[in-house]
């Protein structure tokens, strides 16, 4: 089974208006880290928005918040007010448990979205 | 701070020849790892290091050799390059275990 699903191919939205960007994930570890990351078309990729599994709150950094539905194991990227330069591939990624081993990042396979002006 | 960085940006090799990427990091991170990432896939780990003079395989170490002599730099070599590994090749650190990974501007790498 593939432990970060994004199935949306691609989405488009409309300049100001928001957006959620879906990922569920599969695990069965207790300790675990849900992270978003922005690709454009330059090719870098560029951190967005954390959230651990204890975390109470749903995280959020500016425009960006995490829609963390622990019980549905899903962990969506909601986009306020969505801005031309918001156009790029979206990846969620997850880091299982806390030892060397596990510090590594298993990727989805993206979403791209396109703003519209 | 220039973060994380990677050279060459762009490399062409043949199949057989060798190379090796540079990844540089000043923000004094423990932990680094190689990716690659493919057409329509996420990036895909093919090491990683948990500090200076440690490395351990990934998911896809095959056909890749990386060494950290120096807590700053991560290399992965490509002994005899193969077509299959034409990819986007990124390289990433993090403070410790449970940090978020900053992310180098990628390497593009075709072998023809």
């Known amino acids: 089974a593939q432990k970060i699903t994004q199935t949306q191919p691609g989405m488009f939205v409309q300049e100001k208006e928001a957006v959620t960007l879906d990922c569920t994930y599969d695990t069965s570890d207790q300790s675990y880290g849900l992270f978003w990351y922005k690709q454009p078309s330059s090719g870098e990729m560029i951190f967005l928005i954390y959230q651990g599994s204890y975390d109470e709150q749903n995280a959020t950094e500016g425009r960006y918040s995490l829609n963390f539905q622990k019980a549905r194991k899903s962990a969506n990227l909601v986009i306020s007010a969505s801005q031309l330069g918001d156009s790029a591939m979206y990846f969620c990624a997850m880091r299982e448990g806390y030892t060397g081993a596990n510090s590594k990042l298993t990727f989805g396979k993206g979403i791209t979205l396109s703003v519209r002006p | 701070n220039a973060g994380v960085t990677q050279t060459p940006k762009f490399r062409v090799l043949k199949t057989g020849q060798s190379m090796t990427l540079l990844c540089a990091q000043d923000m004094n991170h423990e932990y680094m790892y190689w990716y690659r990432q493919d057409p329509g896939m996420g990036l895909r780990l093919i090491h990683y290091?948990?500090?200076?003079?440690?490395?351990a395989k990934g998911e896809v170490p095959d056909g890749y050799n990386v060494s950290r002599l120096k807590k700053q730099n991560f290399l992965l070599g490509l002994e005899s390059a193969a077509p299959s590994q034409t990819s986007v090749y990124f390289c990433?650190?993090?403070?410790?275990?449970?940090?978020?990974?900053?992310f180098g501007p990628g390497t593009r790498l075709t072998v023809l």
């Open positions: 290091s948990v500090g200076e003079g440690t490395t």
């Open positions: 990433a650190s993090s403070y410790s275990i449970a940090s978020t990974q900053y």
